[in-house]
């Protein structure tokens, strides 16, 4: 990935991708750390429903040595924005209807003693990643993986619209589910569990 400009920032983590219901948009998130900072600051990059960027976010408690707090978020900002382009072209990719027949699972794996489910799949050129929690449901991620300029980036999918129903379909392709129906049917039955006490629905997250 080309960047326009560098961060004074010795650590960035740019990850995490969002899509907000109620606001009806999407933020990407970058966050900073430096020196002794007891938490990140962090820039969101926000997007509207069709994946145009609108603005930036912004929530910075530290700046950097011998600079004003100004200084620090003008730094932020800058750097967030060498995303702006690749989290365009992954919402178009995300924002593409999904053919489920189409998945191609690539590789499974499990783990009695840690009680954990990992998945791997491809779908409409993007290659997913599934990890599944069978005592903690609800720390459940999904993310995809895919390169740019020869980088490979790996990010968090939260909420988004139109992946909702694509975790219940995993669990419950003929493939997966005739390999682990022991695993799966625990996890559903931890998972409904998880739902009553949160009164929400985990596969919305």
């Known amino acids: 990935m080309k960047r326009l400009y560098e961060t004074k920032a010795r650590e960035v983590y740019a990850d995490h991708l969002t899509y907000y219901k109620k606001e009806q948009c999407y933020k990407f998130y970058v966050e900073f750390w430096y020196g002794k900072w007891s938490e990140p600051n962090q820039v969101a990059l926000v997007f509207d429903h069709d994946g145009k960027f609108i603005e930036t976010e912004e929530s910075v408690n530290y700046k950097f040595r011998k600079t ?3 200084e620090t978020i003008e730094d932020h900002i800058k750097h967030a924005m060498n995303y702006k382009e690749i989290v365009e072209k992954l919402l178009q990719k995300l924002m593409k209807p999904i053919q489920k027949e189409n998945i191609i699972f690539n590789q499974e794996k499990h783990n009695n003693g840690e009680h954990f489910l990992e998945l791997s799949f491809k779908l409409n050129d993007l290659s997913y990643y599934y990890y599944l929690s069978m005592k903690t449901p609800y720390g459940n991620k999904l993310s995809c993986y895919f390169e740019e300029e020869s980088e490979p980036f790996s990010i968090k999918l939260h909420n988004i619209p139109s992946l909702i ?5 995993i669990r419950n392709h003929p493939k997966i589910r005739l390999k682990f129906v022991n695993e799966l049917a625990f996890y559903e039955k931890r998972k409904k569990e998880v739902e009553k006490s949160l009164n ?3 596969d919305d997250w």
């Open 165 to 169: 129903k694509l975790r219940p379909y």
């Open 68 to 70: 004003t707090i100004e």
């Open 200 to 202: 929400d629905d985990l």
